[in-house]
């Protein structure tokens, strides 16, 4: 059976039966796998070459599984482990998860749940081995087990390569820039920039001189010729994010833009050519815009070639648990924190919550963590750490801590969209009724 030689497993039994059938099911699946019936032995063959999980018993004669865990985790920390036990060593898996290993296997359940975890550890493994390299940016959002999220990751696949303007739909924080970074970085122009710009941060005025750059005099404080960024992205990709923010006149002055590939500074008459792929995204409903009288259709119909509706967090559970792990790699990389483990009751809780504010909120909540944690141990106490002492602590019931955190972040939303109703519905994924019937509940007031 020819083995695929990127992902090592070493596999430490003091059954040698029990290794020879875990061998034979591993390289059925292309492992590269190596055996051992000592854990002293599993140390030796570490240290000489690498290995990127370990399946390792938890009782064995020369020594423990929280002995090897250790041992391992002192000297490759890199190297993952699953811990495979009885049923009457669960508790003690489960504590071997609080100090570092990734997961646990039970020894009489189907080998397809022990090859589901090892999966996903490989996919934690590539996409960490990738965080360096700029032409995956947007990676880590590629791996999915969600069929809707799949089939969303098989077209943008189809189409990064072409030079079609895409469209791309979703709430606030579901990584909608990564993707378009990703698909710059799949097409022939990611040698060129990727240039992304947030219509919401600008006024139009301010828009259209970004986009389009002036000449040095065109209007006071314009004390040099600035090139804007349909220049810059000469080449490559403009993004533009929030792009139902850009008003009916800016809409007309990008359409134009598109159909004659040309642009003037503002202050000049002079046609200067340009050529970039256009990917613009939203979270507010385009085509009740459209209805309204809000959104140029014709705009509309020349940004959305394709058009792509990011599914939120929520509804992709299946990767949350990849996810979290993904940025403990990243964030505790960056922050040179290394992490030794993390709280099982933590996970089950992430992979439970609702996201309101999807992949960002995760990323929040992990960094976090991290930064917070005082040994290594990432754990769910962490996440509402309250700075004020236990004096000042304002003890209440979960209803209440809980309606206070859902009005704390809907007002939050409504800031972010100048208090619109049904702007901030469409972001927290309800009607415009629920969003009324709950601000009155809560005591939550808005001018529109």
């Known amino acids: ?44 063959i570490l240290d000489q070459e690498r290995y990127d ?52 296997f ?33 990676q880590y959002l590629m791996h999915s087990q969600n069929a809707t999220m799949k089939k969303v990751i098989e077209v943008i696949d189809r189409v990064a390569d072409s030079n079609a303007n895409v469209l791309l739909l979703g709430e606030s924080g579901v990584g909608k820039e990564a993707f378009a970074a990703y698909i710059h970085e799949k097409s022939s ?19 259209e001189s970004e986009l389009f750059g002036h000449e040095k005099g065109a209007y006071t404080g314009a004390t040099e010729t600035r090139i ?13 994010d929030e792009i139902g923010d ?34 613009c995204a939203t979270n507010r409903n385009i085509y009740d815009m459209i209805k ?18 990011i599914p939120p967090l929520r509804e992709r559970r299946e990767d ?6 993904f940025f403990i790699a990243k964030l505790s990389n960056e922050m040179k924190k290394p992490i030794k483990g993390v709280d099982p009751e933590l996970m089950s809780y992430l992979a439970n919550y609702n996201f309101p504010g999807n992949i960002r909120e995760l990323k929040n909540m992990v960094e976090r963590l991290i930064v917070l944690t005082q040994d290594g141990y990432l754990k769910k106490n962490d996440l509402y750490l309250e700075t004020r002492s236990p004096q000042q602590l304002n003890l209440t019931t979960l209803k209440t801590h809980r309606q206070n955190m859902d009005k704390s972040y809907i007002e939050s939303v409504l800031g972010h969209t100048n208090g619109h109703l049904t702007q901030c519905a469409e972001i927290l994924g309800i009607s415009r009724r629920q969003l009324f019937n709950i601000m009155q509940e809560l005591n939550i007031e808005s001018e529109k």
């Open 246 to 279: 850009a008003t009916m006149d800016m809409q007309l002055k990008m359409l134009r833009v598109l159909d004659n590939k040309h642009i003037e500074r503002i202050g000049s008459n002079r046609l200067i050519d340009v050529n970039f792929r256009m990917v």
């Open 1 to 44: 059976m020819k083995q695929d030689s990127t992902f090592r497993i070493l596999v430490v039994d003091d059954e040698q039966n029990y290794c020879d059938v875990l061998r034979m099911i591993l390289e059925a699946e292309n492992y590269y796998v190596t055996t051992t019936t000592h854990s002293q032995k599993a140390l030796e």
């Open 189 to 207: 122009r990611r040698e060129k920039n990727f240039v992304p710009v947030n219509c919401h941060a600008y006024s139009k005025s301010l828009l």
């Open 320 to 325: 949350i648990t990849q996810m979290v792990h």
């Open 53 to 104: 999980l370990v399946l390792s018993d938890f009782f064995m004669q020369d020594m423990d599984g929280f002995e090897l865990l250790e041992a391992i985790k002192k000297n490759h920390a890199d190297t993952e482990i699953i811990i495979i036990t009885g049923y009457g060593s669960i508790k003690n898996a489960v504590d071997a998860m609080k100090k570092g290993a990734f997961s646990y």
């Open 228 to 240: 804007g960024k349909f220049e810059f992205a000469e080449g490559g990709t403009l993004f533009l």
């Open 106 to 138: 039970i020894k009489s359940h189907d080998p397809e749940e022990l090859l589901f975890e090892i999966a996903k550890v490989r996919r934690i493994s590539e996409l960490t081995l990738k965080l360096n390299q700029p032409a995956v940016k947007g």
């Open 292 to 309: 309204q009288g809000q959104f140029r259709e014709d705009f509309f119909y020349r940004i959305s070639t394709i058009t792509l509706e």
